[in-house]
């Protein structure tokens, strides 16, 4: 009897253990059929919002599900994707309107922007074009201006020359101007001869050291160059009568020169003073002084006491003379002379 009912006992407690497992397998069964059906549902896209029901949690937009029954979770369903899909076209809209205003915005800044670069830019473009203009401009304002005075040089310069050429003809076909012409040269001549001929009270000899190196080659000239003999010479002092003896040197004691008188002057001293262009094969009887000082011509000096004897002939300028005397230096002037000259032929 007692084995009987604990085996009664046994079997009721395995049956009620089997019927319990079995709730618990439905339950649970219900539970994932509930959460499959929600998690079922579409998805739904308003205004690209994607929104996912499911049970038991929250969705996107916070509002709680039901997991109490398939009616109660649509509806929960159905009003969460309403107020979704309000909200997401809402939103959507917003968004839309958003879009096109920040897009005309955009277009509009970006016109405006466009618009005021391009005008900067043209502007920009027209003031660089004005002062390229006005560059161009004053380079070649100043590049005519340059032209126009260079034919204006050039104008005077050929008027000038056509001038220079008129008067040269004018000359050659009109010898009173040719005579006219020779005769200012020959003033102007003689002028400056007068001025080289005068010996200043008080001027100034040259250096001692040029006086030296003339004395040099004054040396070498007496010792190379033979003295004339004969009737037309002198003997005993040939300087007697210079005033200035003692500054004469002498190269040779009896010399002949030939060639035209240039200027003539009587001297302070008494002196008849003038210049001699002398004759090519005379050339050995000036010096360096003679070329800088006296425009190259030989110096010849007739003292007063041989002014009035026989032979001796007071030339003019112009005369062609053949001319005896001794062939000295006048040291403090460094150049060559004939002096005294003691007799003068008019040739």
């Not at 509930?34 to 049970?55: E, H, T």
């Not at 076209?89 to 839309?96: K, L, V």
Request: charged content about 25%; proline content about 3%.
């Amino acid at each position: 009897m007692v084995q009987n009912k604990i085996k009664m006992n046994i079997g009721d407690l395995i049956l009620v253990t089997v019927l319990s497992v079995i709730l618990v397998i439905m339950y649970s069964a219900e539970n994932n059929l509930s959460q499959f059906s929600a998690s079922a549902l579409p998805a739904y896209d308003k205004g690209k919002y994607f929104v996912n029901i499911q049970g038991d949690s929250e969705n996107e937009l916070g509002a709680p599900t039901s997991s109490l029954g398939q009616n109660s979770t649509t509806g929960s369903t159905n009003q969460t994707v309403s107020g979704l899909t309000d909200e997401g076209t809402t939103n959507g809209a917003m968004s839309n309107d958003t879009g096109e205003k920040n897009s005309a915005q955009g277009l509009t800044n970006s016109l405006d922007e466009g618009t005021t670069n391009g005008a900067m830019s043209n502007d920009t473009g027209e003031e660089n074009l004005n002062q390229t203009s006005e560059s161009s401009s004053s380079s070649s304002a100043e590049s005519q201006s340059s032209q126009n005075a260079n034919q204006s040089v050039e104008s005077q310069n050929q008027l000038q020359a056509n001038q220079s050429t008129e008067i040269q003809n004018q000359i050659q076909n009109n010898p009173q101007i040719k005579i006219n012409n020779t005769q200012t040269n020959n003033i102007q001549l003689q002028q400056r001869l007068d001025s080289l001929i005068i010996e200043r009270e008080g001027e100034k000899p040259i250096p001692l050291e040029e006086q030296k190196r003339i004395e040099t080659r004054d040396v070498i000239v007496i010792k190379e160059h033979k003295p004339l003999t004969g009737p037309n010479c002198r003997t005993g002092n040939v300087l007697s009568g210079a005033s200035n003896e003692k500054d004469l040197r002498v190269l040779s004691e009896c010399q002949d020169v030939i060639g035209v008188v240039k200027h003539t002057k009587k001297m302070d001293d008494g002196d008849y003073k003038f210049f001699l262009d002398v004759d090519k094969k005379y050339d050995f009887l000036l010096n360096d002084k003679n070329r800088e000082k006296t425009d190259g011509f030989l110096v010849v000096e007739i003292v007063p006491k041989d002014q009035d004897i026989a032979g001796v002939y007071l030339p003019k300028s112009g005369d062609q003379v053949h001319v005896w005397g001794a062939w000295v230096t006048d040291k403090p002037k460094g150049w060559h002379e004939i002096h005294p000259a003691w007799k003068v032929a008019n040739e």
